[in-house]
C-alpha cells in the first residue's frame, strides 16, 4: 500500500488492534481489517497519511477534533466510530465497525436496474445519515456510492456510509495552501463527478448545501443508472459543472414519477440558496416525494428543447409560426354584425330602383301598359277636345312614325288615363298619346286623365 508504507500484517496500533488484511484503498486513505484484542471482534481501521498533507500541524488537529465528534454522531446509517488515534511514524487512524455487503456503486451497475421505490428508500437513509452529520457540525464534502456499504443486516440491507469526510478536513478546502499542497501530491479533495458547483469553481466557502449537491446526484445515478455530469477526465468534468451541462432526469430516466424528479432537480440547482439548506430539510421533502409519488406515480414531462426555452421563458403563450414569405396571405376583414342590416336594406333599396326604373321604362314604349276606360259614343253636336286638323295638310310619316290607327265602327274608343304624376315629370319624357278616331273617321278625340282635369 502506498499511503501506508511501513505498515504491515501484523502490526497493533494503541497496543490493541492487530492489523490482519487490507480491506481498500482511497485518494488518502486505505482501509484494514484489524482484530480488536479486547474483544475478539474484527473491526476495520482507516488509517490517513501526513506525509500526504504535508505534515501540517493544522491537518493532525482538525482531523483528531472532527474524529471525536464523529464519534458522538452515532446514527444507523453512518458506520460506528470505535476509537482515534496516531501513530509515531506520522499515521491518523479511525476503529469503525467492520461491514458486510457490496457499495452502492456495485449495485447501481448490477441487474436488475434499481426502480424508483428501492432507490428512493436507500437514498432517505443516507440522506438521514448525513443529516446527523450535518448537526454534529460536520460537511462530508465526499459523498458517492463507492462510500456507501448496503450492510446485510436483519434478512436486508442497511445503507451505511462509511467515508465519513474527515479524510479531507473540513477546513482544507478553505485554505489555499494546503490546498495547493494536497494537489501538488496527487490528491484530489472529493470525486470530480459529484463535485457541487461552487466546488467546481474553487470557492472556498463549502457548507452542508454541497452534500445535499452530492446527495442529488447519488439519487440521479441510481434513478438513471448514469451521473449527471460525465466526461472522459476530471478537468472535463468539472468544465461540464461549470457550464451547468446536464440533461434534465426526466429527459434519461422517463418513468421517475414527477415528485422525485422535481426534488432531484432542486438539489442541483447551481444558486445553492435555491437548494435545500441541509441534509435534515432534503430529507422531510424526500420522504413527502416518495409518499406523493406512491399516490400519483406519473413520470414527469421532459423538459423542452434548449432553442425553445428562451421562447417559453419570454412569452407562456407561445406565437403562431410565421406563414412562408413565398405565400402572402391576407388577413380576412372582421364583418360586423351590424352591417348585415344595412346590406339587407341596401339590397331591398337597389330592387325597388331597379323596378322602378322597368316600370317607367314599359309605360314609355308600350300603350298596353296604360289603363283603358270604355267610352262614350259621340253626336254632331258634341264639341271635339282637339283642334281639327286641317285636310290639306297631309302628313308624310317618319321613318319611325308609324301611320294611325282606324278603327272600325264597333270598335270601342279606348282613352289613354295617365295615373301617376311622375310620368309627366321632368325626368322622364312625355308620351305620345294614342289617337283614336270617332265613327265619322274624321276628328281624332284624346282625353287625358291627368291631375286637376
Not at 413520470?299 to 417559453?312: D, F, M, N, Q, V
Not at 314604349?365 to 270604355?374: C, D, G, M, V, Y
Not at 259614343?377 to 290607327?405: H, I, L
Amino acid at each position: 500500500m502506498i499511503l501506508l508504507r511501513g505498515v504491515e500484517i501484523g502490526r497493533v496500533l494503541a497496543e490493541r488492534y492487530a492489523l490482519v488484511r487490507p480491506l481498500a484503498e482511497g485518494a488518502m486513505a486505505t482501509v484494514w481489517v484489524a482484530e480488536d484484542r479486547d474483544s475478539g471482534r474484527e473491526v476495520a481501521i482507516k488509517a490517513i497519511s501526513l506525509d500526504a498533507a504535508g505534515w501540517r500541524t493544522e491537518v493532525r488537529d482538525r482531523f483528531m477534533k472532527e474524529a471525536r465528534l464523529l464519534a458522538l454522531a452515532r446514527h444507523e446509517h453512518l458506520v460506528g466510530v470505535r476509537d482515534v488515534g496516531e501513530t509515531d511514524d506520522g499515521f491518523l487512524y479511525l476503529v469503525l465497525d467492520l461491514l458486510d455487503g457490496e457499495t452502492l456503486a456495485d449495485r447501481i451497475t448490477r441487474d436488475p436496474p434499481l426502480d424508483w421505490k428501492e432507490a428512493g428508500r436507500i437514498s432517505l437513509a443516507i440522506t438521514r445519515g448525513v443529516a446527523a452529520l450535518h448537526r454534529a457540525g460536520i460537511v462530508h464534502r465526499d459523498l458517492k456510492p463507492a462510500n456507501i456499504v448496503l450492510h446485510r443486516e436483519g434478512g436486508g440491507a442497511v445503507p451505511k456510509i462509511i467515508d465519513l469526510g474527515i479524510s479531507k478536513v473540513r477546513a482544507a478546502a478553505a485554505d489555499p495552501e494546503l490546498c495547493a499542497t494536497l494537489t501538488a501530491t496527487g490528491q484530489v479533495l472529493g470525486t470530480p463527478q459529484y463535485m457541487s458547483y461552487e466546488q467546481a469553481l474553487g470557492d472556498p466557502d463549502v457548507d452542508a448545501r454541497s452534500d445535499v449537491w452530492a446527495l442529488g446526484v447519488i439519487l440521479y445515478e441510481m434513478l438513471a443508472r448514469r451521473r449527471p455530469f460525465e466526461a472522459p477526465n476530471a478537468n472535463a468534468v468539472l468544465t461540464a459543472i461549470r457550464r451547468k451541462d446536464a440533461p434534465a432526469l426526466a429527459e434519461v430516466a422517463s418513468d421517475v414519477p414527477a415528485a422525485l424528479a422535481k426534488l432531484v432537480d432542486r438539489c442541483l440547482v447551481t444558486d445553492r440558496a435555491e437548494r435545500f439548506k441541509d441534509a435534515g430539510e432534503m430529507a422531510e421533502a424526500l420522504q413527502t416525494a416518495l409518499c406523493s409519488a406512491a399516490a400519483d406515480p406519473t413520470p414527469a414531462e421532459p423538459p423542452p428543447p434548449e432553442g425553445k426555452k428562451s421562447t417559453i421563458a419570454a412569452s407562456p403563450r407561445p406565437s403562431p409560426a410565421p406563414m412562408p414569405a413565398a405565400i402572402p396571405v391576407e388577413s380576412p376583414t372582421p364583418t360586423s354584425r351590424r352591417s348585415r342590416p344595412v346590406a339587407g336594406a341596401l339590397l331591398i333599396a337597389c330592387a325597388v330602383i331597379l323596378g322602378a326604373t322597368a316600370a317607367t321604362f314599359l309605360t314609355r314604349n308600350q300603350a298596353p301598359a296604360a289603363q283603358l276606360a270604355p267610352s262614350k259614343p259621340t253626336t254632331g253636336n258634341a264639341a271635339p277636345t282637339t283642334q281639327e286638323q286641317d285636310p290639306r295638310a297631309k302628313a308624310s310619316p317618319g321613318p319611325t312614325q308609324a301611320p294611325a290607327a282606324t278603327s272600325t265602327p264597333h270598335e270601342a274608343r279606348p282613352v289613354v288615363q295617365t295615373t301617376s304624376a311622375a310620368a309627366s315629370s321632368a325626368s322622364v319624357p312625355p308620351t305620345r298619346p294614342a289617337v283614336t278616331t270617332t265613327r265619322g273617321g274624321n276628328k281624332p278625340l284624346t282625353q287625358v286623365n291627368e291631375a286637376g282635369f
